[in-house]
């Protein structure tokens, strides 16, 4: 077992999904998938992270594997209360995330309602202009000339 895994051990023992202990580390979406496709260690920024929010955890194991995972057992409220880890920076930078995602995702959905108008609004001009063009034919001087071309068809025979 390498330190990503006892990392992820970590991340698993603290009920954190992927996001949010990227967000505990302070560090991107995606960091510790990039750590593992490139067989990376974290930096010590990270394990400073560690050290400094999960104190319980004994960095000799985190780093060599050695020893206990646990310094001393936690206490039974810090296992039923999973989100009292979360500070009031990383719920404001998630909030933030979030933010910037809706915020991303209604400028998609007004582009495309856009897109979508004015490509209904094209249709609707393009019948127009069919329905003005047909209303300008006249039955009578289709028939006349229908009959002429019938007339010059039967004489050129």
């Known amino acids: 077992m390498g330190v990503l895994d006892r990392l992820d051990k970590i991340r698993k023992d603290r009920h954190l999904n992927k996001s949010q202990f990227e967000i505990v580390l302070g560090k991107s979406t995606g960091y510790m998938n990039t750590l593992n496709k490139n067989n990376s260690l974290p930096g010590i920024d990270v394990l400073i992270k560690i050290s400094d929010n999960y104190p319980e ?34 719920v404001q930078a998630m909030h933030q995330d979030i933010k910037k995602d809706l915020n991303s995702l209604a400028e998609g959905m007004i582009k495309n309602f856009e ?27 289709i028939n006349k000339s229908s009959e002429k071309l019938d007339e010059f068809l039967k004489q050129s025979k």
Request: cysteine-free.
């Open 57 to 90: 955890y004994n960095m000799n194991w985190v780093l060599k594997g050695e020893g206990e995972m646990l310094k001393s057992l936690r206490t039974q409220s810090n296992i039923s209360d999973p989100a009292a880890d979360y500070k009031l920076n990383d």
């Open 115 to 141: 897109v979508i108008s004015t490509g209904v609004m094209q249709g609707l001009m393009d019948q127009r202009k069919l329905l003005d063009w047909t209303e300008k034919i006249d039955p009578d001087k």
